[in-house]
């Protein structure tokens, strides 16, 4: 049952967004209450889930938070909500309790410069989706995040999750071009731009990765992008633990040249039938011909 004082509050966020983009906590379904849950610390509760169409929503939403004291969880889709801390409200300063507030219907591509090898996208958009119309151009997004189906952008970016692909094209903090945010005020504030080669201002692109909605909601951003590879191969090592550091040693101090490298643990060689001891699997990317050579190359080492 919700209070006459939180009626009050979904009556003040209504005036902000249409009343569909608003979800009571006992309205949404099981599995977005259990992905949501396990980002606050026991008995703390949710009031709702905001979802803002645009920049301007997100900031008059947040703007409406600070001025009555109500506590904001923010997040994407939820995939990765639960990362990095707990949250706890404390019930003297905030009794409303949360007030999740949603990217993921602020998931516009705002410009694709194929020349430039950049791409403007607002935080809601999906890697998945992302990915698709990049590769209409011959592009892709040089990240390979965990639930890559569901995670949104601004996800990726606050939790940092580059994947296995920061081998060879660093993290997500160095394809991180410009950005915007809004602050716990609800003000809106921009860092970098839109060109690989922009030196405007802080660069709050490397401090707003991997904090996990501490600093403010991210609500657009501008990546680099790369073109697409002609082939790609995977070569899979498995054996003795002291075997594989060997192997692992020798490929990092070679002219080698792999985009993504993993261990695998005992466990996971024997679930994907692979034998038995560590795994090893390293991946290349390049024209057919280099990509064969290296991955022989590595077999040898094996």
């Known amino acids: ?18 009343k569909d983009n608003i979800s009571l906590w006992q309205d949404i379904d099981q599995t977005k209450k259990q992905q949501i849950s396990q980002a606050i610390a026991p008995d703390t509760t949710i009031n709702c889930i905001v979802y803002p169409e645009t920049q301007a929503q997100l900031s008059t939403i947040v703007t409406c938070c600070a001025k009555n004291n109500w506590a904001i969880l923010p997040c994407g889709n939820g995939s990765k909500v639960h990362w990095g801390g707990l949250m706890k409200v404390d019930r003297t300063t905030h009794k409303q309790g949360i007030i999740v507030v949603s990217s993921d219907r602020l998931n516009h591509l705002i410009e694709h410069a194929v020349g430039d090898l950049t791409v403007t996208v607002e935080a809601g958009m999906k890697y998945a989706e992302l990915q698709e119309t990049l590769a209409k151009a011959g592009q892709f997004l040089a990240i390979d995040p ?22 060879r094209y660093r993290g997500v903090r160095d394809m991180l071009l410009g950005i915007s945010f809004v602050r716990s005020d609800g003000k809106i504030a921009k860092a970098g731009g839109r060109v690989v080669k922009n030196v405007a201002g802080y660069d709050l692109m ?12 991210i609500s657009q951003v501008t990546l680099r992008v790369y073109p697409q590879q002609q082939a790609s191969g995977t070569v899979v090592l498995v054996g003795e633990k002291n075997n594989i550091a060997k192997a692992t040693h020798t490929l990092l101090s070679s002219a080698l040249t792999p985009v993504a490298i993993d261990l695998l643990s005992t466990k996971l060689v024997e679930q994907l039938d692979l034998g038995k001891g560590v795994g090893l699997m390293v991946r290349f990317q390049s024209i057919i011909e280099s990509v064969e050579e290296q991955s022989n190359q590595l077999l040898k080492v094996g």
């Open 1 to 18: 049952m919700i209070s006459q004082e939180n009626t009050f509050n979904i009556q003040e966020l209504e005036t902000i967004v249409r």
């Open 146 to 167: 965990a639930y890559s189906e569901t995670a949104t952008i601004g996800g990726i970016i606050a939790t940092a999750d580059t994947g296995s692909l920061r081998q």
């Open 206 to 217: 490397k401090l707003f990765t991997g904090s996990y909605g501490t600093l403010g909601i």
